[in-house]
């Protein structure tokens, strides 16, 4: 007669008993493991800082760790199930074997009962295959929505970060450290453009794939392999029976095999993958590097085929290229030895069971089912203990992008902390008190700068080139980091700066005239005014188009949208860098007039290398090197030294 290897009658509440214990048994694990880990490892720190705030933000923590816990359920779920199915199989099996019997033997009795048992392992198989499916389905689901909520979140606080206080301007001043053969590829911290889409999304979807596993399998992450580890090697451990081994008898060597076997297999593969951490740090950065080089020929592709440039960006493009096949291929060269490995140990895990347990099958001493589920054991217990080794890569991979995105957050915080010029709110005027300008290596451009501006000022700051003129401006901004002194400013939106070359953002048009300002808080009707009063008429009935503006927009016109804004935006004070510089004298003569009528009373300070643009200013300030200054009205002769006092 053939029986069931388990209550299956009473199994669903035994197993929902199964999961609830466990369960609580894996969650205090992962937050004592994960507290562990961010407090005495760099990864660890490294993980918990960047993502950290997903679990602890107010708005987000909830949904977070509802997720967290949902997955954890589905996961321990996913590993009772594969310990059902090897108890199915094994029915399955005896029942075949207990058939065949009966019917070599002419056992009608036997024969129906092996009948029996196995259809009713089939119908067991049906009901344990559905609720497989359905909880692989709902897995896929709620684990594709933590790694997007996760990555949202991410994206928007490493953005954030990133913008806030000039960061992605002021970095580039950060040492970040690099050394050696890497010291060449770019100062400060690279690609953060590649840092904040592709490694978030490796860091997202790691942090769900790595730890809970993915696709239905109960080995492929670590909550679930752990769990896979315990609960087969029971199974193994009841199926074990001695071995002689160089005549000594090893009581259950089945488990002792799996783990030694897979343990040092195990050590080998770390061994072989732990250059891969650095090699795809590496990957990372130079294909980022060669990607940032194609956008840079894209960009400037007109100037490049001014200058026929095409024969010097090829040689800088292959340069770049070079290094990213040489990285390839030492990647490759160490894939394959780790991936070799890997193979050599997982075709010999195939049939390692079936040789150990195959003389107790033919003593009689266990059954085909027996059999069956032994390798299924044991297939479970190596590749829940694999996983740590095969997963390596993976793993190299996590590193490699938490130390991208923790250097980029370094960045920022260490950008923040360098010096600025000190800046304070002052209504509708100016005033510099001992502003001190200089080049990264120290050399003075500006000392001891004090003025004074009110309203309808217009002061022009001149000099040499290479003199400070518009590193003053960027001091002013906030943007240079060698600059010292006090500056007082109308607040916020009424103080603007105006580059040589106006930024245009992508969008619509209506969108790059309106900036800095939103489209919605002007309006078309004052967007329009504003274009043809900076003598752009055609391009009123253009707003509503989606272009490339700075690639469509000729230098000229770019200037003139740029004046355009200081119509819509109406500042109390506006700096501009050479902003006439592609238009002429008579447009210059113009737009600077439209200003002055327009906004009598806004402060305007201009550097600007043509003397046509002085009658629209009412002061000089020349710069004459070496941090001395000279100041004067516009139509005196007299002078003043760098101290205010009148020549």
Do not use: C
Not at 252 to 278: C, D, E, K, N, Q
């Amino acid at each position: 007669m053939t029986t069931y290897s388990i209550d299956w009658a009473h199994e669903i509440w035994a197993s929902l008993k199964w999961i609830g214990i466990v369960f609580v048994i894996a969650a205090v694990g992962l937050l004592l493991i994960g507290y562990l880990l961010a407090r005495f490892t760099l990864w660890g720190r490294q993980y918990w800082r960047i993502t950290g705030d997903f679990f602890t933000d107010p708005t987000t923590r909830t949904g977070a760790w509802v997720l967290v816990a949902v997955l954890l359920v589905l996961a321990v779920t996913g590993v009772r199930l594969s310990v059902l199915f090897s108890y199915q199989g094994n029915d399955m099996f005896t029942a075949l074997q207990t058939a065949a019997e009966g019917f070599s033997s002419g056992n009608q009795q036997a024969l129906e009962a092996g009948k029996r048992t196995f259809w009713g392992a089939m119908g067991i198989f049906g009901i344990l295959a559905t609720i497989h499916v359905v909880r692989t389905l709902i897995e896929v689901y709620l684990g594709s929505m933590f790694e997007i909520r996760l990555r949202q979140y991410l994206t928007t606080k490493t953005t954030s970060d990133w913008l806030g206080g000039m960061a992605f301007y002021r970095n580039r001043f950060v040492d970040m450290g690099v050394r050696g053969e890497d010291a060449h590829i770019q100062p400060g911290v690279d690609n953060p453009d590649q840092r904040i889409e592709s490694d978030i999304t490796n860091v997202a979807t790691s942090s769900r794939q790595l730890v809970f596993g993915y696709g239905g399998s109960s080995t492929n992450g670590v909550i679930p392999a752990v769990i896979t580890i315990v609960s087969f090697t029971k199974i193994l451990w009841d199926l074990s029976g001695p071995m002689n081994v160089f005549g000594t008898e090893v009581p259950r060597a089945m488990v002792w095999f799996v783990y030694m076997f897979v343990l040092i297999s195990t050590v080998i593969a770390f061994w072989l993958g732990r250059p891969l951490i650095r090699l795809y740090f590496l990957r990372e950065r130079l294909t980022a590097n060669f990607r940032y080089a194609l956008v840079r020929v894209r960009d400037g592709a007109e100037n490049v085929a001014f200058y026929r440039g095409q024969g010097s960006e090829q040689a800088g493009l292959l340069e770049r290229f070079g290094a990213v096949v040489a990285n390839f291929w030492q990647i490759i060269y160490r894939t394959l030895k780790f991936t070799g490995w890997n193979f050599v140990i997982n075709q010999l895990s195939v049939v390692f069971a079936y040789l150990i347990q195959a003389p107790r099958f033919f003593a009689g001493q266990i059954t085909l089912g027996d059999m069956n589920q032994t390798g299924s054991a044991f297939a479970n217990v190596h590749d829940s203990l694999s996983f740590f080794r095969e997963s390596y890569d993976s793993f190299a991979d996590l590193r490699a992008s938490l130390y991208r995105l923790d250097g980029l957050e370094d960045a920022n915080e260490k950008s923040r902390v360098l010096p600025t010029i000190t800046t304070a709110d002052r209504d509708r005027s100016v005033r510099l008190a001992d502003v001190d300008i200089s080049t990264p290596d120290g050399n003075e451009l500006i000392r001891a700068l004090n003025l004074e501006l009110s309203p309808g000022d217009a002061l022009v700051i001149k000099g040499r080139s290479g003199s400070g003129k518009t590193t003053l401006l960027r001091g002013l901004a906030g943007l240079w980091p060698f600059a010292a002194g006090e500056f007082d400013r109308p607040a916020g939106d009424s103080t603007l700066f105006l580059s040589q070359i106006p930024y245009i953002p992508l969008g619509d048009l209506r969108t790059a005239v309106a900036y800095p300002a939103l489209p919605d808080d002007v309006g078309d009707e004052a967007i329009k005014h504003a274009l043809q009063q900076v003598f752009l008429p055609h391009l009123t009935e253009r707003l509503d188009e989606e272009e490339d503006w700075a690639k469509v927009l000729s230098p000229g016109e770019q200037q003139r949208v740029a004046f355009a804004r200081i119509l819509l935006t109406r500042p109390q004070v506006v700096f501009m860098d050479e902003a006439t510089s592609a238009v002429d004298e008579g447009l210059e003569y113009s737009l600077y007039s439209l200003i002055r009528g327009e906004l009598p009373e806004t402060i305007i300070v201009s550097v600007s290398h043509r003397s046509t643009t002085d009658q629209h200013h009412t002061e000089v300030l020349e710069l004459t090197g070496g941090g001395d200054w000279e100041m004067r009205p516009v139509d005196a002769g007299g002078r003043s030294n760098g101290s205010g006092k009148t020549l």
